[in-house]
């Protein structure tokens, strides 16, 4: 296991996330997100961590992780993706690596970063381009968080904490407008805009 900067503490906040070899795909079929998801719900219980907010993408994840217990949470976290690793490997029969190294960690200690961060982990799919709507992708938490589906992989209580009810928090993650998805906008714009002169 690789050494890490990073102290994994009870209590603390983790931004946990990384991306396929080569920026391929992790993630080929919709078995492949259940299947990570129920181990994840899985290790969740036995090595008490929480988990805030999620997103699965085609070729990269992140989460953001409350580490609850003593364990240190890059434990369960290793067990996850080299165990999902040897799964995906033994069903389409193909050998190696799958991730870009080990996987990234960073500690999120201020509350402002931490609500930025859950609204970036939820906005991916839409920003990435993979949804028109946010709430088109199931892959990620951002429907318990909005309390449009009632499932079990999330901790609510940092939600209730700063936002008055799911609509607030809806509100938050709709009403910002990311500079990747702005700047690919303008593009549209601009090309739309050129075909209209040559006509």
């Known amino acids: 296991m690789a050494k890490r900067n990073v102290k994994f503490l009870k209590g603390k906040y983790f931004h946990i996330y990384n991306r396929g070899a080569n920026k391929k795909k992790i993630f080929f079929e919709e078995e492949n997100y259940i299947y990570l998801l129920k181990k994840l719900k899985y290790y969740s219980k036995k090595y008490e961590l929480s988990v805030?907010?999620?997103?699965?993408?085609?070729?990269?994840?992140?989460f953001v992780l409350r580490q609850d217990g003593d364990t240190a949470l890059n434990i369960p976290i290793a067990f996850l993706f080299n165990g999902y690793t040897k799964a995906v490997n033994k069903k389409y029969n193909r050998t190696g690596t799958m991730f870009e190294g080990p996987f990234k960690s960073v500690e999120v200690e201020d509350v402002n970063y931490l609500l930025e961060l859950c609204r970036y982990i939820h906005r991916n799919p839409v920003d990435d381009g993979l949804?028109?709507?946010?709430e088109d992708w199931k892959f990620s938490n951002y429907l318990e968080w909005t309390g449009k589906r009632n499932g079990s992989l999330v901790d609510l209580k940092l939600r209730n904490k700063y936002f008055i009810d799911e609509s607030?928090?809806?509100?938050?993650?709709?009403?910002?407008?990311?500079?990747?998805r702005a700047v690919r906008g303008l593009r549209k714009y601009l090309l739309e805009l050129s075909k209209k002169k040559k006509l």
Do not use: T, W
């Open 168 to 180: 607030k928090y809806e509100s938050y993650v709709l009403n910002y407008k990311s500079i990747k």
């Open 52 to 62: 805030i907010a999620y997103c699965l993408m085609p070729n990269h994840y992140h």
């Open 131 to 134: 949804v028109d709507q946010i």
